[in-house]
Nanobody
Framework: QLQLAESGGGLVQPGESLTIHCTAS????????SGWFRQAPGKEREGISY????????YYADSVRGRFTISRDNAKNTLTLQMNSLKAEDTAVYYC????????????????WGQGTQVTVSS
């Protein structure tokens, strides 16, 4: 069974950093394109960062480019999102996801979703 499990969410103050993780089981993460999505209260879920399978090319939404970094550890079969200079508007439930191709995940055609982890940025 293909599964993703996020961890590492929490409450931080504006300007602080936080790293969230996603562990894959039942499949090899490197064989899939993966990404991070988020959903804030009252808003639609949005894709914020993607990483292609195998060659690991990364992509970012304008709202997080320069502040967030996506990475994949093939030995540990994990996906990570390093978030710096956090803002109140980054508050959301963050989901990791994997798809057969980069085109699929960019268009939210997802094979596997994680359960989500809450990130709250507040003073």
């Amino acid at each position: 069974q293909l599964q993703l499990a996020e961890s590492g969410g929490g409450l931080v103050q504006p300007g602080e950093s936080l790293t969230i993780h996603c562990t894959a089981s039942g499949f090899t993460l490197e064989d899939y394109a993966s990404g991070w999505f988020r959903q804030a209260p009252g808003k639609e879920r949005e894709g914020i960062s993607y990483i292609s399978k195998r060659d690991g090319v990364t992509y970012y939404a304008d709202s997080v480019r320069g502040r967030f970094t996506i990475s994949r550890d093939n030995a540990k079969n994990t996906l990570t999102l390093q978030m710096n200079s956090l803002k109140a508007e980054d508050t959301a439930v963050y989901y990791c996801a994997s798809s057969a191709s980069l085109v699929d995940i960019v268009n939210s055609r997802v094979n596997v979703w994680g359960q989500g982890t809450q990130v709250t940025v507040s003073s």
